[in-house]
């Protein structure tokens, strides 16, 4: 692991780079992962003047939803835990899902405030994309 000091929306932030494959960067920023593609030129890691570099960095995943009652897999993965069981009340935002993805830990939040009405995987499951994950009513 490395960590720099980014320019990210004008302010200096502290990065950890966690992994690189490729184009596909995984950081860690105040506690939270992000996975970034980089396109065009691969950027030089081993360059000092990569800790000066300014990038802006794509928001912490959130799952896909057909309506906001659904929490959707955003990509493909695999269940590695749930933080609610039927009948658990819920805020949006809070996570609820974490899913395995890409080799990354992914926390995906309740789309709303409500109950938990369904619960349509178990830790362990793969999932595909888009598949339902919990309803919430």
Do not use: C, W
């Not at 950890?16 to 490729?22: A, I, P, Q, Y």
């Not at 395995?100 to 995906?108: G, I, Q, R, T, Y």
């Amino acid at each position: 692991m490395r960590e720099f000091v980014l320019t990210v929306n004008g302010k200096d932030v502290e990065v950890t780079l966690l992994s690189r494959e490729g184009s596909a960067l995984s950081f860690q920023i105040h506690g939270k992962e992000y996975a970034v593609t980089v396109a065009g030129a691969r950027p030089k890691l081993e360059s000092k003047s990569y800790s000066d570099a300014s990038i802006a960095l794509p928001q912490p995943m959130r799952s896909a939803a057909t309506s906001l009652n659904e929490l959707l897999a955003p990509m493909p993965g695999i269940i590695v835990s749930l933080a609610v069981k039927i009948g658990d009340t819920v805020n949006a935002g809070q996570a609820i899902v974490v899913m395995e993805a890409m080799k990354m830990e992914n926390n995906l939040a309740a789309p709303r405030t409500g109950t938990i009405k369904t619960i349509h995987v178990k830790v362990g499951q793969e999932v595909e994309n888009r598949q339902r994950l919990i309803t919430i009513e």
